[in-house]
């Protein structure tokens, strides 16, 4: 998941880019090799974003979509979902202010507001259209929904590490900047108080952390065990 958070909202030169809080509208109905996704619906026009709620919410504005079904999910950095769409919410338009669970500020009149469970959010927004002769109009609501964030901070921007995942220190600089950023479920503090110790989450920068030999090489060779768990795990899924 950060992977593709850093290369849509983080990395101005990756294919795709389009910065946080902005939509990325895709505009072709599913065909034979599609992409995006593995089992795309093939009535449905996709768009995406991420949202920085670090320094604040984020208005979302829903278009009145006289009967048309959407659907916007909100998945946090741990998976966790939540929905804005005509099933949950009808059809008709409105205002909503995106906002962390610690969030104490002021709603505007007329705006609810939704909470979400970390600072950074993907948003998978669906948008029926039912053939190709339905396209315009399907595409003109995709343009109708807005991010517009409610604050203008001079905060200084994160360092985001590189999207490495593939290394034991590429990981785990991930996850030390996902934990440290976007705070964790209390259903795991005792697993995130052991990892402070390696520099992870705790008070002292991982990078300062894992200068020291002796963790370094437990991080390598703990990431290497867990990569033969994983492999040998998916065999009991029917892939080798």
């Known amino acids: 998941e950060y992977v593709q958070l850093y290369r849509q909202a983080v990395d101005a030169k990756a294919i795709g880019y389009t910065g946080f809080n902005r939509f990325a509208h895709g505009r072709k109905l599913a065909e034979p090799g599609y992409q995006a996704f593995k089992s795309p619906n093939a009535d449905t026009l996709y768009s995406n974003a991420w949202l920085d709620l670090q320094?604040?919410?984020v208005l979302f504005t829903v278009p009145d979509t006289q009967g048309r079904y959407y659907t916007a999910n909100f998945i946090d950095m741990y998976a966790n979902a939540s929905n804005i769409g005509a099933r949950t919410h009808g059809t008709r338009a409105g205002r909503y202010l995106i906002a962390t669970t610690d969030w104490q500020g002021e709603v505007p009149a007329g705006v609810t507001l939704f909470r979400v469970g970390t600072p950074h959010v993907w948003i998978l927004?669906?948008?029926?259209?039912?053939?190709?002769a339905d396209m315009a109009q399907a595409a003109a609501l995709q343009d109708a929904f807005k991010l517009t964030p409610l604050w203008h901070s001079q905060a200084a921007t994160p360092d985001y590490p590189l999207?490495?995942?593939?290394?034991?220190?590429?990981?785990?600089?991930?996850?030390?900047?996902v934990l440290r950023t976007n705070g964790y479920p209390a259903t795991e503090k005792a697993l995130v108080e052991r990892y402070r110790g390696i520099g992870i989450a705790g008070t002292t920068a991982f990078d300062v952390a894992a200068t020291d030999a002796e963790i370094r090489a437990g991080l390598e060779a703990g990431f290497i065990e867990a990569r033969r768990v994983i492999n040998a795990s998916l065999a009991q899924g029917g892939r080798t």
């Open 55 to 57: 320094n604040g919410p």
């Open 163 to 177: 999207p490495d995942a593939e290394t034991a220190m590429g990981f785990f600089r991930i996850l030390d900047f």
């Open 125 to 132: 927004l669906r948008i029926l259209a039912t053939d190709q």
